[in-house]
């Protein structure tokens, strides 16, 4: 399959405008509807395979104006329905199509702290692009208006720019705030309260703050200058950021309200406890749950061979056993890792896949071999507890379950080996208990996820949650959605002075 380059892409786009510009604006709906969806530019799938370098590479000038045009400003907008933070979109969308970015990306950070982030990782096909018309008109989600690539554009070049201003501060109230946990969710609260003149410490048990987005989603898809331009804002706005410090070890929860002088605490210590299969062999060396696989590279930067502290296990074979984000990402990462082989099992089919298809797509062109109506049995290994091997099951689809998805049926005595020497376990990540454990008082529900009412707040008066904690593991703009609600349920707290 041909990849057209960037320029190809921009080429395209240009001569389509110029034909637009001689013909008459604005343009019929029918004329909007035949205007080609833009295609992202990526870079090249074979060179990307040893390169940590972000896979796309984002609109060109003349793409975003073209892509802006085909959006038929729905009197309803049903894409703002479906994006979490109501986002005006067709608002924003004009905007770009007028040329006026500055007035777009203004319109966007009416409801979003993130857009650079959300731009690149929201599951927009399942969110703002799913209801768009014109996807509807077309028969095809896939050709809905690429609402996330024209945000994308304009929060880059908002930040390449130097124009992202520091958000202005109030004076000091004299109340504190503890953020617990440095994902979207707490940077969220963090930068809500603080522009309120509150003192704001997050507290944030790795060394580096930004939680999935830093050790989880990986730097081809999120490069993590981004993420920690976030960070610097928030630093620049007064935010202290206590790193190495976990709430539950170092401090108790209640112990920095009741004796450290918080008048109030949020928590959006997200779903960091990964699942595993409970199968024979789980314990040799060589098998690893995605979260570790994907810190020790993105954190602790495993890939930088020679230079990191914390090496990796070096694969030829590696399974990853999942079909998610986490299974695509971690699969993705191996590749780049130097493995030789990468296979992704997955005990239903690909249209039962909860990953972005986007995703699946960078994958297959990466080279990573799917396998589907296929499971783990048990993981094999040699005399040194060191895996060799993967005994697996076919599986054919059954009725629905719950889910409403087909549920995978074991076909008995279709057990088979697959000779790997790393197995990656991507099956999901639950909430981590030991805030729950350590805080008398704390209400959780029997996943152990944090219950909060319908500003946020937890059984303990004046303590919020947000994010993975409370929604289970989630999306990062659901999480930015949560801790907007509970900044600013803390804000009208502290102005009427109860806790
Ligand atoms: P997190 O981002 O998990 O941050 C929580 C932080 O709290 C962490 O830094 C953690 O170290 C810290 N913490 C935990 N316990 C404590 C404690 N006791 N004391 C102090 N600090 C603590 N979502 C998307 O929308 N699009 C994607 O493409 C996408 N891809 C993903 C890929 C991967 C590999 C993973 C794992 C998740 C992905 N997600 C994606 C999900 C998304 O990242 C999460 O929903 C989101 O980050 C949740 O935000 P949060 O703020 O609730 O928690
Ligand atoms: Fe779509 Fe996400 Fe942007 Fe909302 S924040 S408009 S869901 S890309
Ligand atoms: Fe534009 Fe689609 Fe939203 Fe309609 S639904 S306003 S076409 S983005």
């Known amino acids: 399959m041909s990849h057209p380059t960037r320029t190809q892409l921009e080429q395209a786009a240009q001569a389509q405008l110029d034909a637009l510009k001689a013909g008459q604006e604005p343009l019929k709906p029918r004329e909007r509807l035949?205007?080609?969806?833009?295609?992202?530019?990526?870079?090249?799938?074979i060179a990307r395979r040893k390169s940590m370098q972000e896979v796309a590479l984002g609109y060109t000038e003349a793409q975003v104006r073209l892509e802006a045009r085909r959006c038929l400003q729905c009197r309803n907008a049903p894409c703002v329905q479906g994006c979490p933070v109501r986002i005006e979109i067709p608002a924003f969308i004009q905007a770009i199509s007028d040329g006026n970015d500055a007035e777009a990306i203004a319109i966007i950070r009416r409801a979003s702290l993130l857009p650079a982030v959300c731009g690149r990782v929201c599951p927009q096909e399942s969110q703002c692009q799913l209801p768009c018309t014109v996807g509807k008109s077309l028969k095809d989600v896939g050709k809905a208006v690429m609402i996330g690539r024209l945000e994308r554009y304009v929060a880059d070049l908002e930040r390449e720019s130097g124009a992202l201003a520091t958000p202005a501060v109030k004076s000091p109230t004299g109340k504190r705030v503890a953020v617990i946990g440095s994902g979207p969710a707490?940077?969220?609260?963090?930068?809500?309260?603080?522009?309120e003149?509150?003192?704001?410490?997050?507290?944030?048990?790795?060394?580096?703050?930004?939680?999935v987005l830093m050790y989880g989603i990986?730097?081809?898809?999120?490069?993590?200058?981004?993420?920690?331009q976030e960070i610097e804002t928030l630093r620049a706005m007064?935010?202290?950021?206590?790193?190495?410090?976990?709430?539950?070890r170092t401090r108790k929860l209640l112990d920095l309200l009741e004796k450290d002088g918080f008048d109030a605490a949020f928590i959006g210590s997200g779903a960091g406890l990964p699942n595993f299969m409970n199968i024979p062999g789980e314990n040799l060396v060589g098998v690893f749950s995605a979260n570790e696989y994907l810190t020790r590279a993105n954190l602790m930067r495993a890939y930088d061979k020679g230079r990191a502290e914390t090496p990796i296990y070096p694969s030829r074979r590696v399974a990853v056993l999942g079909g998610g984000n986490v299974a695509m990402d971690s699969a993705r990462m191996a590749v780049r890792l130097g493995a030789e082989e990468v296979h992704l099992i997955y005990r239903r089919t690909e249209a039962e896949m909860p990953a972005r298809v986007e995703e699946?797509?960078?994958?297959?062109?990466?080279?990573?071999?799917?396998?589907?109506?296929?499971?783990?049995?048990?993981?094999?290994?040699?005399?040194?507890?060191?895996?060799?091997?993967?005994?697996?099951?076919?599986?054919?689809?059954?009725?629905?379950?719950?889910?409403g998805r087909p549920r995978p049926v074991e076909i008995a005595g279709s057990e088979f080996m697959r000779e790997v020497d790393t197995v990656i376990v991507a099956i999901g990540n639950s909430s981590n208990p030991l805030i729950r454990q350590t805080t008398a008082g704390l209400e959780t529900d029997k996943r152990g996820n944090i219950v909060v009412d319908a500003d946020g707040q937890t059984s303990i008066p004046g303590v919020y949650a947000g994010g993975d904690i409370v929604l289970g593991a989630a999306t990062v703009i659901l999480a930015m959605g949560e801790g907007r609600r509970?900044?600013?349920?803390?804000?009208?707290?502290?102005?009427?002075?109860?806790?």
């Open 34 to 45: 035949a205007l080609p969806a833009q295609e992202m530019p990526t870079r090249d799938p």
């Open 238 to 248: 007064g935010v202290r950021i206590e790193t190495n410090f976990v709430v539950g």
């Open 197 to 211: 003149g509150h003192e704001v410490v997050m507290f944030e048990a790795f060394h580096k703050p930004g939680g």
């Open 360 to 403: 699946v797509g960078h994958a297959k062109e990466e080279g990573v071999i799917f396998h589907m109506l296929e499971n783990a049995k048990r993981v094999v290994g040699d005399e040194y507890g060191r895996v060799t091997g993967l005994e697996c099951l076919c599986y054919e689809l059954g009725a629905p379950d719950k889910s």
């Open 218 to 228: 990986p730097e081809f898809r999120l490069p993590k200058a981004i993420v920690q």
């Open 486 to 499: 509970a900044a600013a349920a803390i804000n009208r707290r502290l102005a009427g002075g109860t806790l």
């Open 186 to 195: 707490g940077i969220t609260v963090a930068a809500d309260v603080r522009r």
